[in-house]
């Protein structure tokens, strides 16, 4: 069945500017841009922005296994209501991790009838396993990722940087993105949550900056070393921001993303025994979000993404209040595009933030032949949202499995109005359609999608 269409606002953002025009939609693709042109048939969404769909590059789903936590509908109709098209799964928390052909046969099957938004794969790896991974990178997945301190689970241990080294040596030809979450916990570090478990200065000072930074300083000289394409997730570290700004001056082949909580929340704010702020690194003080935003609106740190690492609530230990035993992660993925946007929208202009959650992402992924931009030809996965209307936070908006977030009850700007996934109306008007319109994106741009 053919399905065409045709939608119009004042606020289209096209070629970096929001400006009237009128999409008309075939298929799943985008099949012409009347630009300045009202056409009398098309829906009208004047007042609206729309905009490339919202693109999450970095998501724990962990399914199959652990879909008690999460799993690929629940998240995937969360992901469509805060605006997201398209999102990447993390290797981990899912049981088996994803290290290997037979476990990313498993988490495919797993999501098949699932996917309300597009859905795209990491590969993990543990070790200097080049064979695995080259077999993983030519089945579908984008990239791979390593911890180099403990991932949380016992399933996906960190990497050495020894067995990195030899990593990277073997998979560089490959071109594509080696992630790591950059700490090093052999390091020194205060022992006070021994004594004071409930204490979030005593849980911030357990895992300090220069975790942190010592880890980006080896990552990224491994990079250089092999010519390398590596990315640093979740940057929380104000101290590193110089640094990476001069590196990338050097022509060093890496990205940089941040998650919304390191500069919406900060840890001056946290109260004692509330871990559902625990995650790692950890939310740093008010001052160090602020250098964040100033690192994104100069574009050292290249794009956002969620982090979302949902957890039930007692391993959370939201009862108990104890960070050194809770699971560090934070529920967020419904909540990037507006949590994101309430935290910058004094620091930017709109036009300068949607880059930082469609193009800039899709680019990342090898993917901006298709997505995170509107032009003729590209996907139709497209994001309707009023940016300047706020909304509270309520437990029974929320899609993911376990409502527990940090950001219940908090007023966030821009309310998504309608997301389309495919050229399909997957979400509209706080309704979530019936059908699974999302596919899994295997292979980079020279791949394919089914």
Same mark, same amino acid.
């Given at each position: 069945?053919?399905?065409?269409?045709?939608?119009?606002? $004042?606020?289209?953002?096209?070629?970096?500017?929001?400006?009237?025009?009128?999409?008309?939609?075939?298929?799943?693709?985008?099949?012409?841009?009347?630009?300045?042109?009202?056409?009398?048939?098309?829906?009208?969404?004047?007042?609206?922005?729309?905009?490339?769909?919202?693109?999450?590059?970095?998501?724990?789903?962990?399914?199959? =296994?652990?879909?008690?936590?999460?799993?690929?509908?629940?998240?995937?109709?969360?992901?469509?209501?805060?605006?997201?098209?398209?999102?990447?799964?993390?290797?981990?928390?899912?049981?088996?991790?994803?290290?290997?052909?037979?476990?990313?046969?498993?988490? !495919?099957?797993?999501?098949?009838?699932?996917?309300?938004?597009?859905?795209?794969?990491?590969?993990?790896?543990?070790?200097?396993?080049?064979?695995? !991974?080259?077999?993983?990178?030519?089945?579908?997945?984008?990239?791979?990722?390593?911890?180099?301190?403990?991932? =949380?689970?016992?399933?996906?241990?960190?990497?050495?940087?020894?067995?990195?080294?030899?990593?990277?040596?073997?998979?560089?030809?490959? &071109?594509?993105?080696?992630?790591?979450?950059?700490?090093?916990?052999?390091?020194?570090?205060?022992?006070?949550?021994?004594? *004071?478990?409930?204490?979030?200065?005593?849980?911030?000072?357990?895992?300090?900056?220069?975790? /942190?930074?010592?880890?980006?300083?080896?990552?990224?000289?491994?990079?250089?070393?092999?010519?390398?394409?590596?990315?640093?997730?979740?940057?929380?570290? $104000?101290?590193?921001?110089?640094?990476?700004?001069?590196?990338?001056?050097?022509?060093?082949?890496?990205?940089? &993303?941040?998650?919304?909580?390191?500069?919406?929340?900060?840890?001056?704010? !946290?109260?004692?025994?509330?871990?559902?702020?625990?995650?790692?690194?950890?939310?740093?003080?008010?001052?160090? =979000?602020?250098?964040?935003?100033?690192?994104?609106?100069?574009?050292?740190?290249?794009?956002?993404?969620?982090?979302?690492?949902?957890?039930?609530?007692?391993?959370?230990?939201? $009862?108990?209040?104890?960070?050194?035993?809770?699971?560090?992660?934070?529920?967020?993925?419904?909540?990037?595009?507006?949590?994101?946007?309430?935290?910058?929208?004094? &620091?930017?202009?709109?036009?300068?933030?949607?880059?930082?959650?469609?193009?800039?992402?899709?680019?990342?992924?090898?993917?901006?032949?298709?997505?995170?931009?509107?032009?003729?030809?590209?996907?139709?996965?497209?994001?309707?949202?009023?940016?300047? !209307?706020?909304?509270?936070? /309520?437990?029974?908006?929320?899609?993911?499995?376990?409502?527990?977030?940090?950001?219940?009850?908090?007023?966030?700007?821009?309310?998504?109005?309608? *997301?389309?996934?495919?050229?399909?109306?997957?979400?509209?008007?706080?309704?979530? *359609?019936?059908?699974?319109?999302?596919?899994?994106?295997?292979?980079?741009?020279?791949?394919?999608?089914?």
């Amino acid at each position: 069945m053919i399905t065409s269409y045709q939608i119009y606002s $004042d606020q289209v953002f096209i070629k970096g500017k929001l400006q009237a025009a009128t999409l008309s939609i075939l298929d799943d693709k985008i099949a012409a841009i009347h630009l300045g042109k009202y056409i009398p048939t098309a829906l009208d969404y004047s007042g609206s922005v729309i905009m490339p769909g919202v693109i999450d590059a970095h998501v724990h789903i962990n399914e199959p =296994g652990r879909t008690d936590w999460e799993g690929f509908e629940t998240a995937t109709k969360a992901a469509i209501k805060g605006g997201i098209t398209t999102l990447v799964d993390m290797p981990l928390n899912s049981s088996p991790v994803v290290t290997n052909m037979a476990a990313f046969q498993k988490k !495919i099957q797993a999501s098949d009838g699932k996917l309300y938004a597009n859905c795209g794969f990491w590969a993990g790896a543990t070790a200097a396993s080049v064979k695995e !991974i080259e077999q993983l990178i030519a089945a579908g997945c984008l990239g791979v990722k390593v911890f180099l301190s403990h991932s =949380g689970i016992d399933e996906f241990p960190n990497i050495s940087l020894v067995d990195l080294d030899q990593l990277m040596a073997g998979i560089a030809h490959l &071109e594509i993105p080696i992630l790591a979450h950059c700490e090093l916990d052999t390091l020194p570090a205060s022992k006070e949550i021994i004594a *004071t478990p409930k204490s979030y200065t005593a849980y911030l000072k357990s895992r300090p900056k220069t975790w /942190e930074n010592e880890a980006i300083k080896s990552f990224i000289a491994l990079a250089e070393k092999h010519n390398c394409k590596a990315h640093i997730v979740h940057l929380a570290s $104000d101290e590193m921001i110089e640094w990476i700004a001069q590196k990338k001056q050097e022509g060093i082949p890496f990205t940089v &993303e941040t998650c919304p909580h390191y500069f919406f929340f900060n840890a001056e704010e !946290i109260p004692d025994g509330n871990t559902l702020f625990k995650c790692a690194p950890p939310i740093r003080k008010k001052e160090n =979000g602020q250098h964040l935003k100033q690192a994104l609106q100069a574009g050292i740190i290249d794009f956002i993404s969620s982090d979302h690492s949902p957890a039930p609530p007692e391993i959370k230990e939201l $009862d108990g209040g104890n960070f050194s035993k809770a699971w560090g992660g934070i529920a967020g993925l419904q909540f990037l595009l507006s949590a994101s946007w309430t935290a910058l929208k004094e &620091e930017m202009s709109l036009e300068d933030f949607i880059p930082l959650v469609t193009s800039k992402p899709a680019a990342f992924l090898g993917l901006d032949e298709r997505i995170g931009q509107i032009k003729e030809g590209f996907q139709a996965d497209l994001t309707i949202w009023q940016p300047g !209307i706020s909304f509270q936070v /309520e437990e029974g908006m929320i899609e993911h499995k376990h409502k527990a977030t940090p950001y219940l009850h908090r007023q966030l700007y821009g309310l998504v109005h309608s *997301t389309v996934v495919n050229g399909q109306w997957a979400y509209q008007k706080e309704v979530i *359609t019936n059908t699974s319109f999302g596919k899994k994106w295997l292979g980079n741009n020279k791949g394919g999608k089914v």
